[in-house]
């Protein structure tokens, strides 16, 4: 089982809808869990971390399943700036202290007009 | 302020060649880390730094590759012997945090091709 696992896509919606991404991980000690945005041929960025609570940024919201070993992203009303590929980033306990921020393989986004 | 950055952009050389990519961290950050990213595939970990040492190096392929960071800024990433499969966009990041990393600030990357 690959450490962190997502569907690549790519998902095409059109402008408006709602669209939700998943994300699995295999290592039950992780202890953080991240979504990054990256443009094509830019470099990844921080879209939001995500809580054991849940938490939402305005049209984004991210919820976290531990007993699941889940992570989802959640993104309403969407946009065209919103395509993109999404990254769950997990931290992923190494052992002995170690930790090790292991990106998914992303979850290309194309918003259509 | 300024954000990390990495050079050359763009890198071109011959199979067996010696490669160096040079990242500038966000002034103040302890953490650095080094990433590649390969066409359609998430960034993968090579080695992260916690000052001038190597806190975890497991993430680089095979002694071909060397990273150094002597005075807990700049880091050097060195490819000895390259190979085709060497061709990647390498990804430099740094981080405020100690420990359990927060955001990590990337750079936009060095971008190599083998021939």
């Known amino acids: 089982r690959k450490e962190v696992e997502q569907d690549p896509g790519p998902f095409n919606v059109p402008e408006g809808a709602t669209v939700a991404f998943n994300c699995t991980y295999s290592n039950s000690a992780s202890q953080s869990f991240f979504w990054y945005r990256q443009d094509c041929r830019k470099e990844p960025k921080l879209l939001m971390s995500v809580y054991s609570s849940g938490n939402e940024d305005g049209r984004f919201t991210a919820q976290l399943n531990r007993a699941s070993q889940y992570i989802s992203l959640l993104i309403r009303d969407s946009k065209l700036s919103d395509s993109a590929t999404y990254l769950c980033v997990v931290n992923m306990n190494k052992g002995a202290g170690s930790y090790q921020l292991t990106f998914g393989k992303g979850t290309k986004l194309s918003v259509i007009p | ?115």
């Open chain 2, 1 to 115: 302020g300024a954000g990390v950055s990495q050079t050359p952009s763009n890198k071109v050389t011959e199979k067996g060649k010696y490669v160096e990519l040079r990242c500038d961290p966000i002034s103040g950050h302890t953490a650095l880390y080094w990433y590649r990213q390969s066409l359609g595939q998430g960034p993968e970990f090579l080695i992260y730094f916690q000052g001038t040492g190597a806190a975890d190096d497991s993430g680089l392929p095979n002694d071909r590759f060397f990273a150094v960071r002597p005075e807990g800024s700049v880091s050097t990433l060195k490819i000895q012997r390259t190979e085709r499969g060497d061709s990647a966009v390498y990804l430099c990041a740094s981080s405020l945090a100690r420990g359990l990393p927060g955001e990590l600030f990337f750079g936009e990357g060095s971008r190599l091709t083998v021939l």
